[in-house]
């Protein structure tokens, strides 16, 4: 059982490039979440899936896509990359709703955009 | 809405002195409340979480944390740290309410640092 794993692990990319991040989890779980840390702001919600085929805006969706074709999978896409999306990201999944369940998160994935 | 602000971005202890990370919340309903720690270069784990059971709540490692209402505050606590205690530590608060699928906001983080 891994848990939530999250491909790759450290990635640069230059100004205008795209790029998509893995996640993946073994638990079964229906919710997903992709998460970015940035320093002294903790973790903000950029998107989230509530099941297969469902996804929804968090907190700062601006610049990024996701999709969950798969349950055990949760793709963020960023089409465009700019420095400003420079940040360690997160993948997170729970087994029902959040409030009071916990969430199982991935090592997370350095990105740096010059 | 629901917010939680981490009281303190830094706090330095000695080796078996106690902890105290404070941490303060607003929500509009009863709130679910977490506390996860970041190692190093790693994910964040769950030490524990307080959804309205008992309000002494006790997590993984020694930690646990109070909650109170009249306070709007959720502490985290431990007797004596340890060394592998060092880490980032972030207050979170589960969002409620209509249409809500429990989504997570962090505080800001606070860096716990153990001395020798």
Known sequence: NAGVTQTPKFRVLKTGQS???LCAQDMNHEYMYWYRQDPGMGLRLIHYSVGEGTTAKGEVPDGYNVSRLK???FLLGLESAAPSQTSVYFCASSPGLAAKETQYFGPGTRLLVL | AQSVTQLDSHVSVSEGTP???????SSSYSPSLFWYVQHPNKGLQLLL???SAATLVKGINGFEAE?????TSFHLTKPSAHMSDAAEYFC???G???GNTGKLIFGQGTTLQVKP
């Open chain 2, 67 to 71: 909650f109170k209402k009249s306070e």
């Open chain 1, 71 to 73: 349950k055990q999978n």
């Open chain 1, 19 to 21: 790029m998509t991040l």
């Open chain 2, 96 to 98: 409620h309410g209509s």
């Open chain 2, 49 to 51: 979480k307080y959804t």
């Open chain 2, 92 to 94: 979170v608060v589960s």
């Open chain 2, 19 to 25: 902890v105290l990370l404070r941490c303060n919340y």
